[in-house]
T-cell receptor, first 113, second 116 residues
Framework: AQSVAQPEDQVNVAEGNPLTVKCTYS??????LFWYVQYPNRGLQFLLK??????LVKGSYGFEAEFNKSQTSFHLKKPSALVSDSALYFC???????????FGKGTTLSVSS | DSGVTQTPKHLITATGQRVTLRCSPR?????VYWYQQSLDQGLQFLIQ???????AKGNILERFSAQQFPDLHSELNLSSLELGDSALYFC???????????????FGPGTRLTVT
């Protein structure tokens, strides 16, 4: 069965420090991976995607993600966290049929000033 | 703003009732997806339409149905509502199907359904 796991319910970092939000996946074939962010009472906002190519993917708002095929991971990173980055982050994978996203349970990122 | 619109924003109704949620995709997007977000189940895919035709079904209950109209807007119909149907319902759109499109889906702001 295809699945996406986000092992941490919450990540706490201080403003200015680097952040990492972890994601591992289990999908058949080549993975198509995504990160989305959800602010309170808002919809999901697309951050970045990995389809093929470079293992380091750059996205919106200074976020990037590192694809690691051997570890089946797609961790979200940012060199310097901002308080405004505090939100709920979802990792997702496109299912094998290419028809739907399979989401992880989400990780709440809290950045303190 | 993703360009995907959903109405209404909030909906409060009683058990046993029927409601309709509406979604307008981004301009040019042919695929519409419906997702349900609840505290216990997380984000779950319900159903996908492409250019008016149903293309994929996920964990959608038989009491739920959807359609996509010629102008590409979509409606999700929820009937015989139960307390457990209370959730945030998202619509998303993309250019095409998984293999032929740009893959990322753009989400609307959601409709929060409360069943009392």
């Amino acid at each position: 069965a295809q699945s996406v796991a986000q092992p941490e319910d919450q990540v706490n970092v201080a403003e200015g420090n680097p952040l990492t939000v972890k994601c591992t996946y289990s999908v058949s074939g080549n993975p198509y991976l995504f990160w989305y962010v959800q602010y309170p009472n808002r919809g999901l906002q697309f951050l970045l995607k990995y389809i093929t190519g470079d293992n380091l993917v750059k996205g919106s708002y200074g976020f990037e993600a590192e694809f690691n095929k051997s570890q089946t991971s797609f961790h979200l990173k940012k060199p310097s966290a901002l308080v405004s980055d505090s939100a709920l982050y979802f990792c997702a994978a496109l299912n094998q049929a290419g028809t739907a996203l399979i989401f992880g349970k989400g990780t709440t990122l809290s950045v303190s000033s | 703003d993703s360009g995907v619109t959903q109405t209404p924003k909030h909906l409060i109704t009683a058990t046993g009732q029927r409601v309709t949620l509406r979604c307008s995709p981004r301009s040019g997007d042919l695929s519409v997806y419906w997702y349900q977000q609840s505290l216990d189940q997380g984000l779950q895919f319900l159903i996908q339409y492409y250019n008016g035709e149903e293309r994929a079904k996920g964990n959608i209950l038989e009491r739920f149905s959807a359609q996509q109209f010629p102008d590409l807007h979509s409606e999700l119909n929820l009937s015989s509502l139960e307390l457990g149907d209370s959730a945030l319902y998202f619509c998303a759109s993309s250019e095409g199907l998984g293999a032929g499109g740009t893959y990322e889906q753009y989400f609307g702001p959601g409709t929060r359904l409360t069943v009392t």
